[in-house]
Structure formats: structure tokens, C-alpha cells
């Protein structure tokens, strides 16, 4: 298929959902014309047609949070199309990550049974978040705020510490305690992603790009 094959509606638009390549989060619903998908993907960034402005506009271009697009697919009516991207900050002109943060309903059972499906995806962003927010808040007695307050020597101390429990566990073949000791890890890594005022996006499209890189040659 080409992009010629592209339906758009009678105003020459056509719905572009925006999910995250790394965690299948949907981060927002905007519009293409065939000018900004040829140039989505001339440039490998997201261009959408702004409906209110009535011109296009390139996502990022005064924020820096810009998208590189992975993929771009359509359904299969080819009416609508899904851009998979590894975003460079939130998507959303309120700062968040996502456009759809707000929660109209919720069947607790069924966000039950999946919860296992769909955390494991979003659990790192959420967790950036709110290490994020404890950096900038300090709230007190929290430990978070305990290791800021202390320090990158602190901090990479008890990353030392982690480590070590992550080598001790799976030489003893503990599962259990393999489990645990790696979510510490990765907690405090991320403490000290954050101290860096790195993102952990960028350590994703690292992975991405080698894994890309591996595809290719394979």
C-alpha cells in the first residue's frame, strides 16, 4: 500500500492516534492532512493539521517534545492510522504524558484481571512521574525525598547496594527474592536518572535504536 491509499473525510483529514512505541500508552488523538503525513514521514517526526488554526503544525517545535516515529499503521478501512513514536517529553500542552488522563469509567473487577497486562507497560512512566513530582515537592518522611536531600553519593550508594542483592539473589537461585531486589534496582537507577536530569526516554530509544540497529543486520 502507498500512501495514495490514504482515506481522508470530505475536510481531507484523516485521525492519527499517537501511542508510545516503549510502553503502548495512547499519548493523544490529532489529525493529518497528506501534506503532514508526507512530511511525517519525510522528517520521521510527527506533523499534524491543527483544525483550529487550519494550518499544520509540527509536534515539538516550541516545546522540544518533540516524536520520532517508529511506525505508522492504518486500519482497515484505511480511514484511520496509529503512530507509534518514542516521545522526547509529554504529549499533552498540560505537561502531562498523555492527553487522556482523565478517568470517565472504570469497572474495578475488570481493571482487575488485566492489571497485570497493563501495568507492566506503564509502570516505569508512572513511577518517573512520581519521582519526579518527590524531587520537586520534597514532602516529608518520604524516602525519595530522603535520597535527594542526601545526595548523588547517597544515591548511588544504595544503587551499589542493589546491585549487589541482585547478584547475591540469583547466584542462589531465589526467584522470589531476584524479583524484589531488581525492583529496588531499577527504582534507584531511576532516582539517579532523575539526579542527572536525565530521562529515562532517552535510555528507551538507546534500546530501541540498537535493537533496530540488530534487526537490520539480521
Same mark, same amino acid.
Given at each position: 500500500m502507498t500512501i495514495e491509499s490514504i482515506k481522508y473525510d470530505e475536510k481531507g483529514l484523516v485521525p492519527a492516534i499517537v501511542q508510545d512505541a516503549s510502553t503502548k500508552e495512547v499519548l493523544t488523538l490529532a489529525y493529518m492532512n497528506e501534506e503532514s503525513l508526507k512530511k511525517s514521514i519525510e522528517t520521521g517526526e510527527t506533523w499534524f493539521f491543527s483544525r483550529s488554526r487550519q494550518e499544520l503544525w509540527h509536534k515539538g517545535e516550541t516545546s522540544g517534545n518533540t516524536q520520532r516515529i517508529i511506525q505508522i499503521k492504518y486500519d482497515c478501512d484505511q480511514d484511520a492510522l496509529v503512530v507509534l513514536v518514542l516521545p522526547n517529553g509529554p504529549a499533552c500542552h498540560k505537561g502531562t504524558t498523555s492527553c487522556f488522563e482523565e478517568t470517565l469509567y472504570e469497572e474495578k473487577s475488570a481493571i482487575d $484481571?488485566?492489571?497485570?497486562?497493563?501495568?507492566?507497560?506503564?509502570?516505569? %512512566?508512572?513511577?518517573?512521574? @512520581?519521582?519526579?513530582?518527590? $524531587?520537586?515537592?520534597?514532602? $516529608?518522611?518520604?524516602?525519595? %525525598?530522603? @535520597?535527594?536531600?542526601?545526595?548523588?553519593?547517597?544515591?548511588?550508594?544504595?544503587?551499589?547496594?542493589?546491585?549487589? $542483592?541482585?547478584?547475591?539473589? !540469583?547466584?542462589?537461585?531465589?526467584?522470589?527474592?531476584?524479583?524484589?531486589?531488581? !525492583?529496588? @534496582? &531499577?527504582?534507584?537507577?531511576?532516582? @539517579? &536518572?532523575?539526579?542527572?536530569?536525565? !530521562?529515562?526516554?532517552?535510555?528507551?530509544?538507546?534500546?530501541?535504536?540498537?535493537?533496530?540497529?540488530?534487526?537490520k543486520q539480521e
Open positions: $484481571e488485566v492489571e497485570g497486562d497493563i501495568q507492566p507497560a506503564e509502570i516505569l %512512566t508512572k513511577l518517573e512521574e @512520581l519521582i519526579k513530582e518527590r $524531587e520537586e515537592t520534597r514532602p $516529608e518522611g518520604a524516602y525519595t %525525598t530522603y @535520597l535527594f536531600e542526601k545526595g548523588v553519593d547517597k544515591i548511588l550508594k544504595k544503587v551499589g547496594e542493589e546491585a549487589s $542483592e541482585v547478584i547475591i539473589a !540469583a547466584k542462589n537461585r531465589d526467584k522470589e527474592e531476584l524479583k524484589w531486589e531488581t !525492583a529496588d @534496582l &531499577l527504582y534507584h537507577v531511576m532516582v @539517579l &536518572l532523575r539526579e542527572q536530569d536525565l !530521562a529515562f526516554d532517552e535510555v528507551l530509544k538507546v534500546l530501541a535504536k540498537r535493537h533496530e540497529e540488530k534487526s
